[in-house]
């Protein structure tokens, strides 16, 4: 669940810093769902940082699961509107 903590801009300015590509998007419940196409250790520190947060933010869990590639990602990583 996040509110009001910039979740969504921290991830990605974590995941450029990092050379991932994907998206950041807050779902309807109030978790926040990443998708990020990168190698395993930019996976690793990426989830290291997700698990850390944005300072004000409180993270309960961070999970993984495999997903398929998604060209239309490929030029970098960006915030999805909502869903």
């Not at 690793?44 to 947060?53: H, I, Y």
């Not at 699961?65 to 490929?74: F, T």
């Amino acid at each position: 669940m996040v509110q009001g903590v910039g979740f969504r801009f921290f991830t990605q300015h974590s995941a450029e810093r990092l050379g991932v590509r994907g998206f950041v998007r807050n779902l309807w419940d109030g978790r926040v769902e990443v998708f990020a196409m990168g190698t395993p250790q930019q996976h690793k520190e990426l989830q290291k940082l997700l698990e850390r947060g944005p300072f004000g933010s409180e993270v309960t869990e961070v999970r993984e699961e495999p997903a398929a590639i998604e060209s239309q990602y490929d030029g970098g990583f960006v915030i999805s509107p909502s869903a």
